[in-house]
């Protein structure tokens, strides 16, 4: 009988695709504020969004790759936002994201105390409200434990939508164009909800 490699990390296992996801945006803070070679502060000043955004769809298809449940939701959210049209790109960022944070966060048998990381997530751009976060990721734990992974990117994704129809209007950088879509980048301090 085959079993499947799993990745492995100078001196043992990976780590949990959650762990490195959760740290990210510490990362692009660290990197925003000029912390970090060159390259990484440069990408983290200029698009720090951009950058959560495609390394937590990266992350969900490595976490469905290491058996999280999902990993036809995580290719679908990608492809969505890649099929697109310029109009919608945004939107269907914004899901594919949500979708995506689902997979990784909730497509493994995730214990309780990860919805305190996944609230922790969030902490570097809005440190006051990590309650509200961390009510937000044990709802979606409870529905993702009860009704499936899928159901939880659903529900993220309606909650991520109607934030953003919430904030001013911002413009966000997708796929090399600028759309208009009134979304609140979440990684912009700036913007309140």
């Known amino acids: 009988m085959l ?17 490195v996801h959760g ?6 803070t660290a990197g925003a504020r000029g912390r970090g070679p060159a390259a990484w502060v440069a ?19 490595l976490a469905a790759a290491r058996g999280h449940r999902g990993a036809v939701l995580a290719a679908l959210a990608a492809g969505a936002w890649l099929a ?63 009704l499936g992974v899928t159901a939880s990117a659903l529900l993220h994704a309606a909650h991520n939508l109607a934030l953003e129809r919430r904030a001013a209007p911002a413009t966000r950088a997708v796929g090399g164009r600028t759309v208009d879509s009134g979304a609140a980048p ?3 301090s700036a913007v309140a909800w």
Not at 6 to 12: L, V
Request: hydrophobic residues 50%; proline residues 13%.
């Open 3 to 19: 079993s499947a490699a799993r990745p492995t990390w100078p001196g043992g296992p990976a780590p949990p695709v959650a762990l």
């Open 186 to 188: 979440a990684l912009d």
């Open 43 to 61: 990408t983290c000043t200029s698009r720090p969004q951009q950058t959560y955004d495609m390394a937590t769809l990266v992350l969900a298809g």
């Open 84 to 146: 697109a049209p310029p109009a919608s790109a945004a939107p269907a960022l914004t899901c594919s994201v949500a979708a995506a944070e689902e997979v990784i966060w909730r497509g493994a048998q995730a214990p309780a105390w990860s919805v305190a990381l996944f609230a922790l997530l969030h902490a570097p751009a809005h440190p006051r409200r990590w309650p509200y976060h961390l009510l937000t990721g044990a709802v979606l734990h409870g529905v993702a434990s009860s």
């Open 23 to 28: 740290l990210l945006p510490w990362a692009i």
